[in-house]
């Protein structure tokens, strides 16, 4: 799967921007504050429909414009040409010229897994991030997976608001609760199915990038041991008091333990970032094993913060997804990149909203 | 549409309060009004006055009709131990379109809904309780997201305390078509609903 073209219009700082991209490995160049990681940001929008900086769709208008444009011709074993505009006014998204109505009739036409300094959160930050990660990837794998969620986190949003209501009306909670058991249900196998495939690969991921002798485990806390229905029935109190579901799989966490040890505690600053990176690579390597076409491997900046051992650890994926006809973005400050890729290396030179060959 | 005339951009703003009807269709719409016929558009106006004053919601089922209780409810050929509970008036012209049923309606006017402020006090069915002398089986009809699932949760458990037989219709292919057209959730729907042959 590769992108073969990209148009921007009035993006971040691009005011125009047509470029043609052939399969293979790209490396921006350029120095800081002229407009790499948009071009990421851009190409990550195209799959998933959200900035991987984690900020809603006003922030990436290029000042004083009412609008942007994010256009792009992905070639997977079809080609696809997918359209997004967003003003304040009016969204579109359409693709190959039809208007998309549900997500997920357009998920999948374009796939990438970012590695950006913002990862870093998946370790340090809240459960949220990491379950977001999990529901990331069986989105993505999973049919059916994405309405199941929206289902779920209605009726669980349905259920708080009758718990926040007093006096409770009791039959109303009954026929939401049994619809948070039925689907909630679904999630939680959907995630235990997922775990057996995805924690030996993260753990691998980490075993090959870590100094010797650092030993990653990762598990999944479900926050339902056994039976939803009964383990809710024991919480009942507790809700009450705080008028929110407070067990199920929204508070499903998984747990990075570095020594037996949970890594937001205790793990170095690199280690951290050590055990991010081997998230997202495991993430890649799933999808590529699911899809049998690896996803458009996007990486900003990280490259650079990698010693000599970590990013020995990191070419083969590199090397697998820049091969064939796969595609690898890669930001990189003036020459800072790393010499040690020795493969054919497409060079494009970003100055000021502008991207040239060089 | 600072150039349009005041009585005509009134106009505009009142058709474009009907669904369906975006700003470009409203406005074409009037310009056509107030350009044609002065009869034709009486005829409309008298028609629109007309139906809406001489159409009401019956008493009983809430369905639209002109007569209290409506032809639906009075009908004696039609059978009253069954009842098709649907969420609004419109769903049951759409029921009655399919002819596949022969029993009595209720339109229960909504769904319970707490992130959109409707209780089961809001919706009708207090009446549908009251009508259940006589009745042997419920069926139910409503939409199948969270808030039509959770509905129709609820109807059961209020309707089988009173010993009534609670149904739910299927949900499933739509009829006539390859697999191709049905999306996953309805696929795998239709793949739990399936039957022996």
Redo the contacts between chains.
């Keep these: 799967m590769h992108l073969a073209h990209l148009r921007l219009r009035d993006f971040r700082n691009y005011t125009r921007l047509d470029a043609d991209f052939e399969p293979g490995f790209h490396l921006l160049l350029g120095r800081n504050a002229q407009g790499k990681t948009n071009i990421l940001e851009a190409l990550h929008l195209l799959a998933t429909l959200r900035s991987f900086r984690g900020v809603g769709s006003a922030a990436m208008v290029r000042h004083g414009q009412p609008g942007w444009f994010v256009g792009g011709r992905a070639i997977g074993t079809s080609t696809h040409d997918v359209r997004i505009y967003w003003s304040s006014r009016e969204r579109r998204l359409t693709l190959d010229q039809q208007p998309i109505k549900r997500l997920t009739d357009y998920l999948g036409t374009f796939r990438t897994v970012a590695f950006c300094t913002e990862d870093l959160t998946l370790v340090k930050g809240a459960g949220r991030g990491r379950r977001r990660f999990l529901d990331f990837l069986l989105t993505q794998t999973v049919p059916g997976y994405l309405p199941l969620l929206q289902r779920y986190t209605r009726a669980v949003r349905a259920r708080n608001a009758l718990l926040k209501r007093k006096p409770i009306d009791e039959a109303s909670l009954d026929s939401f609760t049994a619809e948070v058991i039925q689907l909630g249900n679904q999630l939680i196998a959907h995630r235990h199915d997922l775990m057996p495939a995805l924690a030996p690969r993260i753990q691998a991921a980490h075993k090959r990038i870590a100094p010797n002798g650092e030993e990653l485990r990762v598990e999944l806390i479900p926050s339902v041991k056994k039976d939803f229905a009964a383990e809710l029935e024991l919480t009942r109190d507790r809700e009450r008091k705080h008028g929110a579901t407070i067990i199920g799989p929204h508070r499903d966490e998984i747990a990075l333990l570095l020594h037996d040890r949970s890594a937001a505690d205790y793990a170095s600053e690199g280690q951290k970032r050590t055990i991010a990176i081997a998230l997202k690579i495991a993430q890649a390597e799933h999808l590529t094993e699911i899809h049998g076409a690896p996803p458009v491997l996007l990486i900003d900046d990280v490259m650079g913060e990698l010693d000599e051992h970590r990013r020995q650890g990191f070419l083969p994926l590199l090397e697998k997804c820049g091969s064939g006809r796969g595609q690898v973005f890669m930001t990189c400050t003036e020459e800072n990149w790393p010499h040690d890729l020795n493969r054919v290396l497409q060079r494009w030179k970003i100055h000021n909203g502008t991207l040239l060959p060089c | 549409m600072a150039s349009l005339p005041e009585p005509v951009s009134a106009l505009v703003g009142a058709l474009g309060q009907l669904p369906g009807i975006g700003p470009r269709s409203a406005e074409r719409l009037a310009l056509h009004l107030v350009q044609s016929e002065a009869g034709q558009v009486k005829q409309l106006a008298e028609a629109l006055v007309t139906a809406t004053e001489r159409i009401e919601l019956c008493v009983t089922c809430g369905a639209l009709t002109e007569t209290q209780p409506c032809a639906l409810c009075t009908d004696d050929r039609r059978d009253s131990t069954t009842v098709c509970v649907v969420e609004t008036a419109v769903d049951v012209i759409n029921v009655e379109k399919s002819g596949a049923f022969r029993g009595r309606f209720h339109v229960l006017g909504g769904k319970?809904?707490?992130?959109n402020g409707v209780?089961?006090e809001d919706l009708r069915i207090a009446q549908l309780e009251a009508r259940m002398d006589g009745v042997r089986e419920v069926i139910l009809a409503l939409g199948t997201?969270?808030?039509g699932?959770?509905?129709?949760?609820?109807l059961a458990?209020?309707l089988t305390a009173k010993g009534v037989k609670v149904t739910r219709i299927a949900h499933g292919l739509p009829a006539g078509s390859g697999l191709e057209y049905a999306?996953?959730?309805t696929l795998?729907h239709a793949l739990k609903g399936r039957r022996e042959m």
């Excluded at chain 2, 319970?112 to 992130?115: G, H, K, Y």
């Excluded at chain 2, 699932?149 to 609820?154: E, I, L």
């Design positions: 319970i809904s707490p992130l209780d089961p997201d969270v808030e699932d959770a509905t129709s949760n609820y458990q209020r999306d996953d959730l795998s």
